[in-house]
Every structure is written in C-alpha cells, then in structure tokens.
C-alpha cells in the first residue's frame, strides 16, 4: 500500500447535499486535523441545515457558490490554500434529468471542467505538488444495464450510459480521467452503487417510501419492481472514499458497493415492515398495502451490481453495514428527524411529484 497522503486544506464540492455532507461529517469526525471548506449552490438538493451544526462550531467554512463560476473557484483554491478536491457536487436524480437533462450537462459536464481546469493551473503554479489529489466521485450507472447473469460491474467494464444524468456523468468521468492521463495531475474516479441513508432528499426511492408511509400516501413502484440495485449505506461509501483520499493511486478508478444486491420491490417491503415495527400509529397498516405499481421509467436499467474486489484488494476497504442494518437505521432516522424532511415538502417538490408519479397518485 502506498504512504498514506497527507490532506492539510480540502475543498469538498456539493458538501450540503446528501452523500456529500454525510462525508463532510465523517471526514470532521475522524480527520481533525484537516481545514474542511464546502462549496455548494444550495439548489433544491442541497440543504444548509444537513451541516449547520458543523458550521456554527466552527469544524468547517461554507461558501455558498456554484462549481462553474471559475472566478469563485479559483479564488477558493488560492486564499483557502487547497491541495485537496473531493469533488461531490452533481445533479443527480435520474427522473429530474429526464424532463430537463440541460442543467445536468450544465453542472456535471461544464461544472466538472471548471474544477479541473482551476485545479490544474493551481497545481501548476504550486511546480505540480505530488500530495495534490482531485477527487471525482461518481456512479455505477455510467456502465450502463445489466442481465441478470451478467458479472458485476468492475473498473474495465465498457461505459454505457442509458440516461441524461448517467451520459453526464460519464462525460464528467472522461475528463477526470483525461487530465490525468494528459497533464499527469493527479486525479482519481471513484464509481459507486446505490447509496442510502440519513439526509437523503425526500424524492429518492427509501426516503420516499418512509415518508409516503407516514402520510398515508401510496408507494409508487415503477415497472413490475423487479429491477435491481446494489445498496451501499452511506457511512460505509464515507469510510471508502476517504480510504482512498489517503491511500489511492493517482489515474486509477475504484468500485465501491454494497455487496447488496435487492429487487426494488423488496427492498419497498422490507421499508413497509420496518416502518410497521418502528413508527407509532401509522395511517395504514400493514403499510404494504399502500405499494402501487406505476409505468415504468424511461429507459429504465434493470440492472446494477458493483465487483469491489480492487479497492478491498489493494486498499483494505470492504463495507461493513448489511442492507438490514443499514435500512433500520435509515428508518429510524426519517422517524427521528420529521423536522428536517417536512420542510423539503415544498410546492416545487409536490409539482414535481405530480408529474413522475401521476399515476399513484
């Protein structure tokens, strides 16, 4: 394994969002020694409040800004002194770029190379520094669909995107990729499978199937629910990424997963018995009765499963947390926390629920 990297001042993009400041708590939590400084527009995902307590204690500064504005960032990098990107901030619901895919190029593509290209021209005024590290962090859904019995997913497999935000962040991955492989700066790609988890925006699938359940509303179920996705809890995403912050190879990509693979329609039932056990005088019950299947996606993957045999082999990471474990703590969270996902209920949000899940409704 390589000398673990020394990370002194890091700029952690699309931080108030939700992998993104899961990872910022995890990173203040574990790594003090560390100037953390987060930059996120705050668009209808990202929420200030998932990192308020972080901020008034003083653990990190936060600027409000968007990652295309290049006067902002380069201004970042220079006056807070980076020498770290973990670069978060995406639009990344595969529904919303389905009506409107413009502003994933936007931010995904466009956004992508603004932070690169700041990045590089800040390396190479520092004489190209080797502690530097630009870390992208990505899907598994830029390799595209799976068979049934086709292997899982591994860093080799060809890119395939099926969708707008899957095609952007694809593009996105190319260019990480290209400046290392041109310029020599030190980038690296992380892919991941499905994550979940607290502070997860209310239009995400478990989230959404918490929250309709206490509101008594139905749970809408795309397609016959057979499709399947690899579930990786957050913290256990947190604990790789920052392994690979420390430890990975400048050029390389790794797959992080879950080893969890579950039919959509389980996993919706699995959340309806938790949510039967933990919450106290829910509207219907058993809540499963509330599941309704609705048309299917456009272009809907069936498939999606993640090899993580390289970052366990050659970095030491395996995730630690079943889909089990993982999934009662989320519940618990959502039953916990009302206060936090009430307010994301907004006339926006309900709009935009109105036209993907038309049916259910």
């Known amino acids: 394994m390589n000398k673990s990297r020394e990370v002194r001042n890091i700029l952690i993009t699309g931080g108030a969002g939700f992998i993104g400041s899961n990872f910022v ?34 653990k990190i500064k936060f600027v409000q800004g968007d990652i295309c504005d290049r006067k902002l960032v380069d201004e970042l990098l220079l006056v807070e002194n980076i020498d770290t990107v973990a670069h978060f901030a995406a639009e990344s619901h595969v529904d919303r770029s389905i009506l409107g895919p413009g502003a994933f190029v936007q931010t995904n593509v466009v956004g992508t190379f603004t932070l690169l290209e700041a990045f590089r021209q800040r390396w190479l005024k520092q004489e190209k520094p080797q502690d530097y590290l630009f870390l992208h962090v990505s899907t598994d859904e830029v390799y595209g669909s799976l068979e049934l019995d086709d292997p899982a997913f ?24 290209a400046y290392y492989h041109t310029y020599g700066m030190p980038t690296i790609i992380t892919n991941c499978s499905n994550n979940y988890g607290p502070y997860h925006f209310p239009e995400k ?13 139905s749970l ?6 057979q499709n399947i996705r690899d579930w990786l809890y957050v913290e256990d995403h947190c604990r790789a990424l920052a392994t690979v912050l420390h430890n990975g190879k400048p050029g390389e990509t790794y797959n ?36 309704t299947f609705v048309q299917d996606r456009l272009g809907h993957d069936r498939r999606y499963a993640i090899n993580a045999n390289k970052i366990k082999n050659e970095l ?10 993982g999934l009662r703590k989320t519940v618990q969270w959502y039953l916990e926390n ?23 409704t």
Not at 42 to 50: K, S
Not at 207 to 216: D, E, K, R, T, W
Not at 220 to 225: A, E, L, T
């Open 220 to 225: 809408p179920v795309y397609g016959d629910g």
């Open 25 to 58: 708590r995890h990173w203040c939590q574990t790594y003090q020694s560390s100037r953390v400084i987060v930059l996120d527009a705050l668009t209808y995902a990202g929420n200030r409040a998932n990192i308020t307590d972080l901020e008034v204690t003083g």
């Open 338 to 360: 009302q206060d936090w996902w009430q307010p994301l209920l907004s006339s926006e949000y309900q709009s935009y629920y109105q036209q993907v899940y038309a049916v259910a």
């Open 205 to 217: 699938l478990i989230p959404l199937m918490c929250i309709n359940i206490l509101l008594g509303k």
């Open 316 to 325: 030491g990471w395996v995730p630690q947390v079943t889909v089990e474990e």
């Open 256 to 291: 992080i997963g879950g080893n969890n693979e579950v039919k959509n329609i389980d996993l919706v039932r699995l959340v309806c018995q938790l949510m039967d056990e933990l919450a106290i005088d829910i509207p219907v019950k058993p809540s499963s009765q509330l599941i």
């Open 154 to 177: 591994s860093e080799t497999t060809p890119y395939s995107p099926n969708s707008p935000y899957s095609a952007s962040k694809a593009g996105s991955d190319h260019l990480a990729r």
